[in-house]
């Protein structure tokens, strides 16, 4: 079954701090795979993403490090800001549609 | 220019009646997906439709659920005799051609569902 396994469930940060959040996937057709941020009331909107072919894509403070051989990837959040706080999903596709993570729930504190 | 809207916003609904659920996708966009998310829960994948191509139903939970996508543009997602379990948010996304999973989607703000 395809699955994409999303951790922590909620993670709080200090202001000027850094932002972890770890995805795990089990289907190695995957070939892209993105981040999606969405705030209370609103639809994702994609944050950042990347294909297997690079092992980290870094996008201002925003970085996507990427694991092909243990099938995980992960998002950080550098000098995270109270405008962070949002939902993170993390997700996995290619020739399927993409499939989810559970989501995490980043609350940043000043 | 206009993201991808959806109606309505709020729809609360007794067990057992039908309801529908629109989405306007970006104009130009020829894939149209859409998704529920339940609280607590990831983007769940319902149905996807890329142009005149047969939609994959490959995510529809049971046959109480249908869609479909006139002109190659807004699209309608049935929910009939309505469940509590149902109740959750309904979310639609689209993008510019079919890569599947392989590009950007671009998501409404959903239609949140209440089965009562």
């Known amino acids: 079954q395809q699955q994409v396994k999303q951790s922590p469930q909620s993670l709080i940060v200090q202001k000027g701090g850094i932002s972890i959040i770890n995805c795990a996937y089990e289907?190695?057709?995957?070939?892209?795979f993105p981040w999606y941020q969405q705030f209370p009331g609103k639809g994702p909107a994609l944050l950042i993403a990347?294909?297997?072919?690079?092992s980290e894509k870094k996008e201002g403070r925003f970085t996507i490090s990427f694991n092909k051989s243990a099938k995980q990837f992960s998002l950080h959040i550098m000098d995270s800001q109270p405008g962070d706080s949002a939902t993170y999903f993390c997700?996995?596709?290619?020739?399927?549609?993409?499939?989810f993570g559970k989501g995490t729930r980043l609350s940043v504190i000043a | 220019g206009a993201g991808v809207s959806q109606s309505p916003s709020n729809k609360v609904t007794e067990k057992g009646k039908d309801v529908e659920l629109r989405c306007d996708p970006i104009?130009?966009?020829?894939?149209l997906y859409w998704y529920r998310q339940s609280l607590g829960q990831g983007l769940e994948f319902l149905i996807y439709?890329?142009?005149?191509?047969?939609?994959?139903k490959s995510g529809l939970p049971s046959d109480r659920f249908s869609a479909e996508r006139t002109g190659g543009s807004v699209s309608t997602l049935t929910i009939q005799r309505t469940q509590q379990e149902d109740s959750a948010v309904y979310l639609c996304?689209?993008?510019?051609?079919?890569?599947?999973?392989?590009?950007?989607?671009?998501f409404g703000p959903g239609t949140r569902l209440l089965v009562l």
């Open positions: 996304a689209s993008s510019v051609q079919s890569g599947v999973g392989g590009e950007t989607q671009y």
């Open positions: 289907n190695t057709a995957f070939d892209y």
């Open positions: 990347i294909r297997p072919d690079v």
């Open positions: 997700a996995a596709g290619g020739n399927t549609p993409l499939v």
């Open positions: 104009s130009g966009h020829t894939a």
């Open positions: 439709f890329q142009g005149n191509s047969a939609p994959d």
